[in-house]
Every structure is written in structure tokens, then in C-alpha cells.
């Protein structure tokens, strides 16, 4: 097959890449080594910023969004047993919405076969080549078993935190910032209607717990537990003790149901520098991971794509220089979300280690944050998502 992009990855980011491509009349393949089925099944984040509403309105992928997504205006900051409102409409006239990560992925799964993109999942054996090349290549074992080649013209690397593509970089060209943390998220899944009408996050002297949601019925939450927490050791009793525990104060209690999945997550955060090698170019997670606190993964990866898509397009068009910024302009808007991301996490979490000394400054900050407005508009303007226009 040849193709003028070549993606690997059929995430979010690859099939929206795809997608955008096709509107401008540029071919593309995806491969991703997963089926759909199994993409489908993966519990991910929630909130989407405006522009990433925007983008999937706009490109004709989805209006089930702006119908079965919910509008948050706001967010609740929760600390010293008080709830604290962050009114994004307020301070900075935006909303976020809240829709789910895998129904972003179905959408695009969707349009992309109603429009006849070629997608292909569940492949084998991907493999990248001659990236520093005019004539890259990926090849790879279908379905059915047979050895396939998709030639191309550029290509692109959309295939998360644990890429391949990333690591066609030789090292010494590429330079890797990573931090880790000493905690994970306990996640749950369960059935019972929203204890709030917006997301909370706590900070408690127990540590860290977000309070979010899906659906009327169904309920997503989340608290900071040890990355070695093992889920069998933790009856539903037990859970609910801890998260009412997190919460309390004011006497707020959150409405329990039966727990449906649990799930301990690890994270960090990473960047890989330059997200650009030859005719190879990376996005989403390929390049980048930020911990989850602030919501900030997939919609990085939706930004990359918007700045990804507009170079491409010019370079095919025969711009020939018009892939050298990429990498620049898309890392930053990565630096700014690497800051938030951790900022947020580092605010609202407890160091295993922590002296009464670190916890009164975080609620020292916290209290800055809520009781100044330009503390609040500037998280209130890293929530909702920096203009892309500016990038
Ligand atoms: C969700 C996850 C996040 O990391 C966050 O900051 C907000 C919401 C979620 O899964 O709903």
C-alpha cells in the first residue's frame, strides 16, 4: 500500500489525525496493534477542554458530545474540610465538558468508517523504517496473518506512553525528562447517582481523593493510594471508609453504590525531546505523559494533532519546510501542561513524607488559589485550555 501518511497508532490522536487529514483531502493508513474491542474497554479520563469539544464538533466527528457530555462549569477544590468553587464561567468565560475518553475514541472509530478511512487494528509484528528518509515505511503482520508494507510520505508516531516509534530516535539525538511520584491512583468504578453536581478535588491529611463522574448512574472516583497497593486487599467497605474519609467535614458524604471496577494507576510525568526525527513525527503520548491530576493527557494530545495537521498539510502541499516547527510548537504547549499537571498534583497529594510544615504550606496555597482571583483564573485558564491559536 502507499499512502501520504503513514500512522501508527489508532488512538484518539491517530484517528483524529486521520480524520482531520482526509477533510483536506490527504490519504492516510492507521495501524494499532490493539482491536477495537480491547481500546473500547480501557477506563480513561473524563473531562475534555473547550477546544478539544470544539475540534470534534467542528470536524463533523461527533455532536454526541454536546449532547450526552455534561458541561462543568466549574470545579470544587476541597481542603481543611470546606469545599472551595472554581467558576471557570466566571473567571475566564469557558466551560470543560465531561465525556469520556473511550467515547471520544468510538466517535472517531465511527467516522472514520463511515468516511472510509483505512484503519486497520488488531495488527502484528508493527514495525518503522527509513524514517530519515523520503520513503518511510511501516510493515507489519495483518489479521490474517499476512506480512504487509505501507509505504508513505511522512509518518506518524501515535502510538502511546509505550512507543516504538519514539524509540526510532537514536539516542543521542533525542533527550528523554522523566519525574516520577511516590504515590498511584486508586480508581474505582461504581453504581450510584453523582454526589455532586461538579468534580472535586480534595486535598485531606489522608491524602488525595477526586470525586468525578459518567453518568446519572454511574460514578468515577479516584484517591491516592501506594503505587504497590494491590486491589484484592481492598473490600468495598474498606474503599467507601477511605473516600468518605478524604471527603469529610461539613458533613458532605459521598452517595455509595456497588464498586464495578477497581484499578490502581501509575503515573509520571515524560517528555521526549524533539518530537520530530526526519520524516517521523510523534504525538499524544508517544511523546508525552502527564500525571492525571488536571485531566490534561488526551487533550495535549488533541492539541498536538490540531498543530500536526496544519504542518502537514502545508508540507504536502509542498512546503517543504513547514515540519520543522512542529516540534516546537507543540512542546510548548507540552511544558505549560507539564507545569499544571504537576502543580495540581504536587498541590493536592501528600508526600509519603510529608511534615506538618509541607502540609500547612500546600493549604496555605490552596487558600491562595481560592481566595485570590487571579489565583483562580490561572487555574482556571489551564483547565479549560490555553488558546490553541497562540501555540
Ligand atoms: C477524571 C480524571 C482526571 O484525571 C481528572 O483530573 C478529572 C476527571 C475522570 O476520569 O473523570
Given at each position: 500500500?502507499?499512502t501520504?501518511v503513514?500512522?501508527?497508532?489508532?488512538?484518539?490522536?491517530?484517528?483524529?489525525?486521520?480524520h482531520?487529514?482526509?477533510?483536506?483531502?490527504?490519504?492516510?493508513?492507521?495501524l494499532?496493534?490493539?482491536?477495537?474491542h480491547?481500546?473500547?474497554?480501557?477506563?480513561?479520563?473524563?473531562i475534555?477542554?473547550?477546544?478539544?469539544?470544539?475540534?470534534?464538533?467542528?470536524?463533523?466527528?461527533?455532536?454526541?458530545?454536546?449532547?450526552?457530555?455534561?458541561?462543568?462549569?466549574?470545579?470544587?477544590?476541597?481542603f481543611?474540610?470546606?469545599?472551595?468553587?472554581?467558576?471557570?464561567?466566571?473567571?475566564?468565560?469557558?466551560?470543560?465538558?465531561?465525556?469520556?475518553?473511550?467515547?471520544?475514541?468510538?466517535?472517531?472509530?465511527?467516522?472514520?468508517?463511515?468516511d472510509?478511512g483505512?484503519?486497520?487494528?488488531?495488527?502484528t509484528?508493527?514495525?518503522?523504517?527509513?524514517?530519515?528518509?523520503?520513503?518511510?515505511?511501516?510493515?507489519?503482520?495483518?489479521?490474517?496473518?499476512?506480512?504487509?508494507?505501507?509505504?508513505?510520505?511522512?509518518?506518524?508516531?501515535?502510538?502511546?506512553?509505550?512507543?516504538?516509534?519514539?524509540h526510532?530516535?537514536?539516542?543521542?539525538?533525542?533527550?528523554?525528562?522523566?519525574?516520577?511520584?511516590?504515590?498511584?491512583?486508586?480508581?474505582?468504578?461504581?453504581?450510584?447517582?453523582?454526589?455532586?453536581?461538579?468534580?472535586?478535588?480534595?486535598?485531606?491529611?489522608?491524602?488525595?481523593?477526586?470525586?468525578?463522574?459518567?453518568?446519572?448512574?454511574?460514578?468515577?472516583?479516584?484517591?491516592?493510594?501506594?503505587?504497590a497497593?494491590?486491589?484484592?486487599?481492598?473490600?468495598?467497605?474498606?474503599?467507601?471508609?477511605?473516600?468518605?474519609?478524604?471527603?469529610?467535614?461539613?458533613?458532605?458524604?459521598?452517595?455509595?453504590?456497588?464498586?464495578?471496577?477497581?484499578?490502581?494507576?501509575?503515573?509520571?510525568?515524560?517528555v521526549?525531546?524533539?518530537?520530530?526525527?526526519?520524516?517521523?513525527?510523534?504525538?499524544?503520548?508517544?511523546?508525552?505523559?502527564?500525571?492525571?491530576?488536571?485531566?490534561?493527557g488526551?487533550?495535549?494530545?488533541?492539541?498536538?494533532?490540531?498543530?500536526?495537521?496544519?504542518?502537514?498539510?502545508?508540507?504536502?502541499?509542498?512546503?517543504?519546510?513547514?515540519?520543522?516547527?512542529?516540534?516546537?510548537?507543540?512542546l510548548?504547549?507540552?511544558?505549560?501542561?507539564?507545569?499544571?499537571?504537576?502543580?495540581?498534583?504536587?498541590?493536592?497529594?501528600?508526600?509519603?513524607?510529608?511534615?506538618?510544615?509541607?502540609?500547612?504550606?500546600?493549604?496555605?496555597?490552596?487558600?491562595?488559589?481560592?481566595?485570590?482571583?487571579?489565583?483562580?483564573?490561572?487555574?482556571?485558564?489551564?483547565?479549560?485550555?490555553?488558546?490553541?491559536?497562540?501555540?
Open positions: 500500500t502507499r501520504a503513514g500512522i501508527v497508532g489508532g488512538g484518539p490522536a491517530g484517528l483524529m489525525l486521520s482531520l487529514l482526509a477533510a483536506s483531502g490527504i490519504d492516510s493508513v492507521v494499532d496493534n490493539r482491536t477495537r480491547q481500546i473500547e474497554q480501557t477506563v480513561r479520563a473524563g475534555l477542554e473547550r477546544d478539544s469539544v470544539r475540534l470534534l464538533v467542528d470536524a463533523g466527528v461527533s455532536d454526541r458530545v454536546l449532547r450526552e457530555g455534561h458541561e462543568h462549569e466549574g470545579i470544587e477544590l476541597r481543611g474540610g470546606t469545599g472551595h468553587r472554581i467558576d471557570f464561567q466566571d473567571l475566564v468565560g469557558e466551560s470543560v465538558w465531561l465525556y469520556p475518553q473511550t467515547d471520544v475514541f468510538m466517535d472517531l472509530a465511527v467516522a472514520r468508517e463511515r472510509g483505512d484503519v486497520r487494528f488488531g495488527v509484528d508493527v514495525a518503522v523504517h527509513d524514517v530519515t528518509t523520503d520513503a518511510p515505511r511501516v510493515t507489519f503482520t495483518d489479521s490474517d496473518g499476512r506480512a504487509c508494507e505501507v509505504r508513505c510520505t511522512v509518518l506518524v508516531g501515535a502510538d502511546g506512553s509505550r512507543s516504538t516509534c519514539r526510532e530516535i537514536p539516542e543521542e539525538q533525542r533527550r528523554h525528562f522523566y519525574r516520577e511520584y511516590p504515590f498511584a491512583w486508586f480508581g474505582i468504578l461504581c453504581e450510584a447517582p453523582p454526589s455532586a453536581p461538579e468534580l472535586i478535588y480534595s486535598h485531606s491529611d489522608r491524602g488525595f481523593a477526586l470525586i468525578s463522574q459518567r453518568t446519572e448512574s454511574v460514578q468515577r472516583m479516584y484517591f491516592q493510594c501506594d503505587p497497593e494491590r486491589v484484592e486487599d481492598w473490600s468495598e467497605d474498606r474503599i467507601w471508609e477511605e473516600l468518605q474519609a478524604r471527603v469529610a467535614g461539613d458533613g458532605f458524604r459521598l452517595k455509595e453504590g456497588r464498586i464495578t471496577d477497581k484499578t490502581v494507576l501509575p503515573f509520571r510525568s515524560f521526549c525531546e524533539p518530537m520530530r526525527h526526519g520524516a517521523m513525527l510523534l504525538a499524544g503520548d508517544a511523546a508525552h505523559t502527564v500525571p492525571p491530576t488536571g485531566a490534561k488526551l487533550n495535549l494530545a488533541l492539541a498536538d494533532v490540531r498543530v500536526l495537521h496544519e504542518c502537514l498539510e502545508r508540507f504536502l502541499g509542498g512546503d517543504a519546510d513547514a515540519l520543522d516547527d512542529y516540534s516546537a510548537r507543540a510548548q504547549r507540552v511544558w505549560r501542561a507539564q507545569h499544571f499537571s504537576y502543580w495540581m498534583t504536587t498541590m493536592l497529594h501528600r508526600l509519603p513524607d510529608a511534615s506538618d510544615f509541607d502540609v500547612r504550606r500546600q493549604v496555605g496555597e490552596l487558600t491562595s488559589v481560592v481566595s485570590s482571583r487571579a489565583g483562580s483564573t490561572f487555574l482556571a485558564e489551564a483547565y479549560t485550555g490555553w488558546p490553541g491559536r497562540k501555540d
